[in-house]
């Protein structure tokens, strides 16, 4: 290569990774901002000049949040709704991907189209309806109505069956069908362990869908102690004197179980970007 060329090279990739550097920064910079706030008293938050790191640090904040509110009972809440939703969701679209893409049967096309079409669909709409329907039929109860959503979503079953089409081929389970496998036999032996991947990825988007999830908590829960993460930090929020400094500390505490689920799935999830990046 000769030295212009070289001279090219370099620069693209220097300016490759101020790019890089940039974006990083920017998305770090409210992160450090939370985190550096949850430690600094409230008439420092937002004291001039601004100044990264507390001077003095302190803890009081997150003992007053969870002294003072139910803190404790809200991330529960949302924790224990979060990862059950996001298990149910990954076996039942995995079930129902596995269905559309393998299975002939009559209306297929139709019901794939219909649940494809839902995608178009913003939950806002629904949401009165669903919330009615619970309600009438006595499964309001949050622990029960937060999962609802999410049991099911058409993305997911989208996404399951567009990779089992592409990853679990016909010759492997019509082996062992020959070999007396029943067909839930199959799915649960042969097709979830091939679906890894695409499992860590969808259980990921789940678990964070359910976990953020704001509307439909706050048109079904109106009980403060079973309020999920989102409604609790809001209610801090909307307090007369808002409390930045509470709502900063349950922000920083409120990002452990995503980043412990990310860190838990991220093989997976990698896996999944890359394979579905090779066969695209």
């Known amino acids: ?43 420092d938050i937002f004291g001039y000049p601004p100044r990264l790191l507390p001077d003095p640090a302190t803890w009081h904040n997150y ?29 039942v679209c995995a079930l129902a991907g596995y269905g559309f893409a393998k299975f002939r049967f009559a209306g297929r096309r139709l019901l794939f189209g219909v649940m494809f079409s839902s995608l178009s669909i913003p939950f806002a709409v629904i949401l009165v309806p669903l919330f ?3 309600v009438k039929t006595g499964l309001g109860s949050p622990w029960f109505a937060l999962i609802v959503p999410w049991v099911a979503p058409a993305f997911g079953i989208f ?31 042969i097709v ?18 359910s976990y953020n999830s704001f509307l439909w908590p706050l048109v079904l829960v109106s009980d403060s102690e079973q309020y999920t993460l989102p409604l609790g930090l809001q209610t801090l929020f909307r307090a007369e004197n808002r409390q930045y400094d509470l709502v900063l500390a349950g922000a920083v505490l409120a990002v452990l179980p995503a980043v412990a689920v990310f860190v838990r799935l991220r093989r997976q999830l990698l896996e999944g970007l890359s394979t579905g990046a090779v066969k695209g």
């Not at 290569?1 to 910079?29: E, I, K, Q, S, V």
């Not at 007053?64 to 990954?90: K, Y």
């Open 1 to 43: 290569m000769n030295p212009g060329g070289r001279l090219g090279l370099l620069a693209r990739r220097c300016l490759l990774y101020a790019t890089l550097a940039a974006l990083l920064a920017a998305f770090t910079a409210p992160l450090l901002w939370a985190l550096s706030g949850s430690f600094k008293p409230r008439g």
């Open 63 to 91: 003992r007053t949040l969870l002294s003072d509110q139910p803190f404790g009972r809200w991330f529960l809440m949302s924790t224990v709704v979060a990862l059950t939703a996001t298990a149910v969701s990954v076996f």
């Open 132 to 134: 009615v329907i619970l």
């Open 159 to 189: 996404m399951m069956q567009q990779y089992i089409v592409q990853g679990v081929p016909d010759e492997v389970l019509e082996a062992a069908r020959i070999d007396g496998c029943g067909e839930f036999r199959i799915f649960l032996r």
């Open 192 to 209: 979830l362990p091939l679906l890894r991947p695409s499992l860590g990825a969808l259980g990921v988007w789940t678990f964070l869908q």
